[in-house]
Structures are given as structure tokens and as C-alpha cells.
């Protein structure tokens, strides 16, 4: 176990905030960093990097929406003396092809992979969180959540499972060196079935409904996204039908040697905070 000086991009987001939470606790010294912390950090603003990567050892990296920065920010790091980095990408990177999903974070990987530091990618699927924290919420409080997904299941994972993972590979210098790491949840669930399990556990009634990839689209238009954005998102449940993510993964089990946590441990938890309240 190392105390390496650790650089934690995304650190008001969901994973980053999590993890920063965990380093800190076992006194690992860490910089947070993205647009609203000192020294601020800004994927469109290389010039702004040095100041936040000066003493560092290790980072945390999470990709920026568009292709391409992470590419300077590797060489900037390099130059600043960081040897280790940990990229967080997304379940079975490379079986997308020639979708438009996930440019940026092939584009991360193919920077990450391709430096000379020692690196680790950790491929999370969807995230537990998505439900209470991110696009899926709303919907689920308005009493409806509608995707275009229909009988593949995912293993949904829960993204303090990530942040575990994410913690023993930052501070295990040399044992995780060129590793992929697919993680998931224990068990693969419809995206029906995820919330019949947040009704019931919430006592109030939220309904599933199928809606067509362009409609899904549409609808995230509406919710603010740019088209572009809308029209990825819409993607990546297309390419979920395929059926190639649909099954669990044992290389969470293996990193923590513990089962992960299940969707219905999330869910309990998470009703517990009134997430879900009307
Ligand atoms: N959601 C899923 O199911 C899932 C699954 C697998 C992989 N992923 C990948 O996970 C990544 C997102 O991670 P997350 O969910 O932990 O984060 P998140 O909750 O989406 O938050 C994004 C983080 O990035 C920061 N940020 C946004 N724009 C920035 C910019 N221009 N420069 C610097 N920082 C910026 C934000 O902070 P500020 O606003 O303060 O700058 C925030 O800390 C994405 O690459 C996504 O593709 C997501």
C-alpha cells in the first residue's frame, strides 16, 4: 500500500468524489481537481494543468465529453514527473466498433494505454447512481422512467464498488500495471425490473416504458443535452441490445476479494435518503 501524492480529476463527481472520501480517510495526501476547485482544472484550458499536476504521483483520471485533450494532459504529466495513472472508462470499450458512442473515452484509453507511465483502465458498466444522481432521477420522481431498453439485462454497478476498486488499484503501485478491469454488479437486471425494485422499495408507484432509441433522444434534448450528446446516450442503449455486456464480470470479485454490492443493497439505501420522494 503506497501514500502517493494523488491527483483526483472529477472530483465533485460521482466517482471522484467517492474516492477522494476514501484516500483521505486512510490519510493517503490527495488534490482534488476539476472547473470548481483551487488550483482549478479544466479539460479545455491545458494551460491550467501544471499548477494542478506539480508533486504529483499518481491521477485519477476521468475523461472529458470530447475527444482528444487527454493526449496533452499524458504528455504534461509526464513532463511533471507522475507515474502512475488510472483511467475510468466504460464496460467493453472495445467491442463499440465504428458506434459514435464513447469517442471520448476510447480517445482516453488510447492515450492512457499508449504512454510510458504505468497505467491501469478500469471499464465500469452503467452505474447504480444513474438513478439517483444523474439522468435517470428525474424521471423517477416525476413517476416514469422512459428508455430504449428492453429485455437484455445489464449488470448494473454500484458506484461505491467503483470507488473501492478505483482506491486498491491507486494505492497498490506495480500490481495492477497494464491491466483492463471489466467491472460490473453481481447480477444482470432490466432496466423494468430496477424500477419496480425503486417503486417498491420507495412505496410509491413508478412505471417503466420502452421508448425508440430517437425518442429517448428527443426526450434529452428536452432535458437540455445538445443533440450530440442526446443522440450517444440513445446509442449506447442500441448497443447494449446486442447482448455482448449483458453479463456479470468476476474481475470486481477478484480486485476486492469480496462479492460487489447488489442493485437491491443500492436500492434500500438509497430510498433510505427519500431520494425518490414525489
Ligand atoms: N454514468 C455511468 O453509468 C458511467 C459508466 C461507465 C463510465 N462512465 C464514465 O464516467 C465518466 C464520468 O465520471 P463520474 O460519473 O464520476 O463523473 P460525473 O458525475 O459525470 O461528473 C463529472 C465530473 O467532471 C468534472 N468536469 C466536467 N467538465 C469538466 C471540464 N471541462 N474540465 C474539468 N472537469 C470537468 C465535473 O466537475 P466540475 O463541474 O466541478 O468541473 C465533475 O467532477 C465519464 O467518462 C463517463 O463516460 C459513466
Known sequence: MSNDTTLVLGATGKTGRRILARL?????????????????????????????????????????????????????????????????????????GDSPFGLDMRSAEEAVRGSALEWTVLRATNFAQNFSEDLFHAPLVAGELALPAGEVPDPIIDVEDVADAAVTVLTEPGRHAGRVYELTGPRALTYAEAVDLIARASGRPITYRRISPNEYAATLVGQGLSEDDADHVAE????????????????LADLLSRTPRTFEDYVVRTAGTGAWRA
Open 24 to 96: 483521505r480517510l486512510r490519510g493517503t495526501p490527495v488534490r482534488a481537481a476539476s472547473r470548481s476547485t483551487r488550483p482549478r482544472f479544466d479539460w479545455s484550458d491545458p494551460g491550467g494543468w501544471d499548477a494542478v499536476l506539480r508533486g504529483v504521483d499518481v491521477v485519477y483520471v476521468v475523461a472529458p465529453t470530447v475527444p482528444g485533450p487527454v493526449h496533452e494532459f499524458v504528455t504534461q504529466a509526464e513532463a511533471a514527473g507522475v507515474r502512475r495513472l488510472v483511467l475510468l472508462s466504460g464496460r467493453g470499450a472495445d467491442t463499440w
Open 236 to 251: 449506447m442503449f442500441v448497443m447494449m441490445e446486442r447482448g455482448e455486456t449483458a453479463s456479470p464480470t468476476e474481475d
